[in-house]
């Protein structure tokens, strides 16, 4: 079957890094997406990632194994308004998106 | 660029209401969008994948005469929620792809908050 594991919940201090790990089985693979959603609101898309390796984009990096079937999405210089729920998401061979419960991020001052 | 539109943004109505929900993609032609549904603390389910000018593709146990879908253009597809019932009340979110294939992020419309009395 189809499964995208990340954490529930994660707590980090302003100003500091945290890294969101996020483990795939999909049937295909045409990529994986990381979106942020705060609460009440839809999600915003911030990377993809089909190649292996970091694409870096501000303070927020997105990094690819797919030999390990493993991301994450690493956030500097965290800001309080960084605090929302982070989506990974994978992409299969149908082009259609299969996605994960969310990472809860909480920043604390 | 890339906007999409939904609306409304909340909805209270009693029970056996039906309830429309629109997406328009503002600033480019959408072949594909996608109906979303999430409970609170939970993660998106997708519902249904809506193409222009063909009928919408339904996820395993939602029923399609319950969730009718629209998508006669492609700047707009609508979601109806007929008889709407209490445990219809939900977040509804629908996102639109810009072309066919490949790499495309989903761009998302704001939800609609249901709640159904």
């Known amino acids: 079957g189809q499964n995208i594991d990340q954490p529930t919940e994660m707590t980090a201090t302003e100003g500091a890094i945290v890294q969101i790990n996020c483990t795939y089985q999909t049937s295909g693979f045409n990529g994986l997406f990381w979106y942020q959603q705060h609460a009440g609101e839809a999600p915003t898309f911030l990377s993809y990632?089909?190649l292996d390796g970091l694409e870096e984009k501000g303070r927020f990096s997105s990094f690819l194994s797919r030999s390990k079937g493993y991301s994450y999405l690493l956030l500097k210089e965290l800001q309080m308004k960084d605090s929302a729920s982070y989506l990974c998401?994978?992409?299969?061979?149908?082009?259609?998106?299969?996605w994960g419960a969310g990472t809860k991020l909480i920043i604390k001052p | 660029g890339a906007v999409v539109s939904q609306h409304p943004s909340w909805v209270i109505c009693k029970s056996g209401t039906s309830v429309k929900i629109e997406c328009r993609s503002l600033?480019?032609?959408?072949?594909?969008m996608f109906w979303y549904r999430q409970f609170p603390k939970q993660s998106l389910m997708l519902m249904a994948t809506s193409n222009e000018g063909s009928k919408a593709t339904y996820e395993q146990g939602v029923e399609k005469d319950k969730f009718l879908i629209n998508h006669a253009s492609l700047t707009l597809s609508t979601l109806t929620v007929t008889s709407a019932h209490p445990e219809d009340s939900s977040f509804y979110i629908c996102s639109a792809l810009s072309g066919t294939g490949g790499y495309q992020p989903q761009h998302f419309g704001d939800g609609t908050r249901l709640s159904i009395l």
């Open positions: 600033d480019f032609q959408a072949t594909t």
């Open positions: 990632n089909v």
């Open positions: 998401a994978c992409m299969d061979s149908n082009y259609q998106l299969i």
